[in-house]
């Protein structure tokens, strides 16, 4: 099963919008409405952002959302701001009743 | 406060055995799955399997099966992860995570342990 496909660094200014990108196979996030993403601070344990493709976890800010199309799935993030700076990754649940992770993506807030 | 809570650090040499364990409180451990992923040095997340801890049923990623066991004991409230013969490359950050829903129609891990960190050197 191979890693899904995230850009490694993405940028942005605090105030303005990103979005992350997240591309997969028929096989994972063609098939399943499961993708998901996390945050992840330097030696901090993941925190869950989205879920269900488009879901927000109570406690969660709506400046994080979530959409796909088709193979891929995207992660925006509005408003940025510093404490948004973090390492983000996707995951989707597989036909080969697995799981798989994307290869992170650093977002720098300049 | 639901919650998982991990082992702490290991140091070992190749070839050793090794299990680290998550244990669950604040919520019916027995009623959802616990997930285990794998983050190496400097690198990403990689996830390694999953228990259902009710009925101790197992899924490995291909990359993991038969190198590693992922057990449970839903008495105590304790997931496992062991080794029977570690590798350097072994090496990394583990973590556990419970799945949000076992029914099928969502998907997500919600809650995570902080991490157990595995050193194997010789």
């Known amino acids: 099963q191979s890693a899904l496909t995230q850009p490694a660094s993405v940028s942005g200014s605090p105030g303005q919008s990103i979005t992350i990108s997240c591309t997969g196979t028929r096989s994972d996030i063609g098939l399943y409405n499961f993708v998901s993403w996390f945050q992840q601070h330097p030696d901090k344990a993941p925190k869950l952002l989205i879920y269900d493709v488009t879901k927000r976890p109570s406690g969660i800010s709506a400046r994080f959302s979530g959409s796909k199309s088709g193979n891929t799935a995207s992660l925006t993030i509005s408003g940025l701001q510093a404490e948004d700076e973090a390492d983000y990754y996707c995951?989707?649940?597989?036909?080969?009743?697995?799981?798989?992770f994307g290869g992170g993506t650093k977002l720098t807030v300049l | 406060e639901m919650q998982l809570v991990q082992s702490g650090a290991e140091v070992k040499k190749p070839g050793e055995s090794l299990r680290i364990s998550c244990e669950g409180s604040?919520?019916?451990?027995?009623?959802?799955?616990i997930t285990w992923v794998r983050q190496m040095p400097g690198k990403g997340l990689e996830w390694v399997g999953r228990?259902?801890?009710?009925?101790?049923?197992?899924n490995y990623s291909p990359s993991f099966q038969g190198h590693v066991t992922i057990s449970a004991d839903k008495s105590i409230s304790t997931a496992y992860l062991q080794w029977t013969s570690l590798k350097a490359s072994d090496t990394a950050m583990y973590y556990c995570?419970?799945?949000?829903?076992?029914?099928?129609?969502?998907?997500?891990?919600?809650?995570w342990g902080q991490g157990t960190p595995v050193t194997v050197s010789s």
């Open positions: 995570a419970r799945h949000l829903d076992n029914t099928g129609y969502h998907d997500g891990f919600d809650i």
């Open positions: 995951s989707s649940y597989t036909n080969s009743v697995t799981w798989v």
């Open positions: 228990i259902d801890p009710g009925d101790s049923y197992t």
């Open positions: 604040g919520y019916s451990f027995s009623s959802y799955y």
